[in-house]
C-alpha cells in the first residue's frame, strides 16, 4: 500500500505561481514513477507531468510544457510540481499518482494509487 497526500493548492492571479508537494509514505517510494494529474469541474482528468523513479526523465502536458516543472526527493519520500505563469485554464483538483506494477509513467490506466487531490484555482 501506499499512501499519497497532497497540499500547496490555493488561490493566485493569472501571472502567479504555486508549488504544489506530494507525500508519499508506505512502500518503497524511491522504485516507483509518479505522476500529476489534474481535473477541472465538467472535464475529464487529463496528465499534466511524470518524472521516472531516477527523477532523470521527466515528461509534461504540451499545454503546461515551459510553465511547470516537476521534481521529486525520495530521501523525503515527495514529489513537486511548481507551476509558474498560471492561467485561469490552470484551474483544477491537482492529484498526484504512483504505479506499484509497472513503470510507464505515460498511462494514466496504469496509475493505482492516487492521492486525494488539492484544488487549484487561478482567479483572471
Same mark, same amino acid.
Given at each position: 500500500q501506499?499512501? !499519497?497526500?497532497?497540499?500547496?493548492? *490555493?488561490?493566485?492571479?493569472?501571472?502567479?505561481?504555486? @508549488?504544489?508537494?506530494?507525500?508519499?509514505?508506505?512502500?518503497t $517510494?524511491?522504485?516507483?514513477?509518479? *505522476?500529476?494529474?489534474? #481535473? %477541472?469541474?465538467?472535464?475529464?482528468?487529463? $496528465?499534466?507531468?511524470?518524472?521516472?523513479? /531516477? *527523477? !532523470?526523465?521527466? =515528461?509534461? %502536458?504540451?499545454?503546461?510544457?515551459? @510553465? $511547470?516543472?516537476?521534481?521529486? &526527493?525520495n530521501?523525503?519520500?515527495?514529489?513537486? !510540481?511548481?507551476?509558474?505563469?498560471?492561467?485561469?485554464? &490552470?484551474?483544477?483538483? =491537482?492529484?498526484? %499518482?504512483?504505479?506499484?506494477? /509497472?513503470?510507464?509513467i505515460?498511462? #494514466?490506466?496504469? =496509475?493505482?494509487?492516487?492521492? #486525494?487531490?488539492? #484544488?487549484?484555482?487561478?482567479?483572471?
Amino acid at each position: 500500500q501506499v499512501q !499519497l497526500v497532497e497540499s500547496g493548492g *490555493g488561490l493566485v492571479q493569472a501571472g502567479g505561481s504555486l @508549488r504544489l508537494s506530494c507525500a508519499a509514505s508506505g512502500r518503497t $517510494f524511491s522504485r516507483n514513477g509518479m *505522476g500529476w494529474f489534474r #481535473q %477541472a469541474p465538467g472535464k475529464e482528468r487529463e $496528465f499534466v507531468a511524470a518524472i521516472t523513479w /531516477s *527523477g !532523470l526523465s521527466k =515528461y509534461y %502536458a504540451d499545454s503546461v510544457k515551459g @510553465r $511547470f516543472t516537476i521534481s521529486r &526527493d525520495n530521501a523525503k519520500n515527495t514529489v513537486y !510540481l511548481q507551476m509558474n505563469s498560471l492561467k485561469p485554464d &490552470d484551474t483544477a483538483v =491537482y492529484s498526484c %499518482a504512483t504505479q506499484s506494477k /509497472s513503470n510507464d509513467i505515460l498511462l #494514466q490506466d496504469l =496509475y493505482d494509487y492516487w492521492g #486525494q487531490g488539492t #484544488q487549484v484555482t487561478v482567479s483572471s
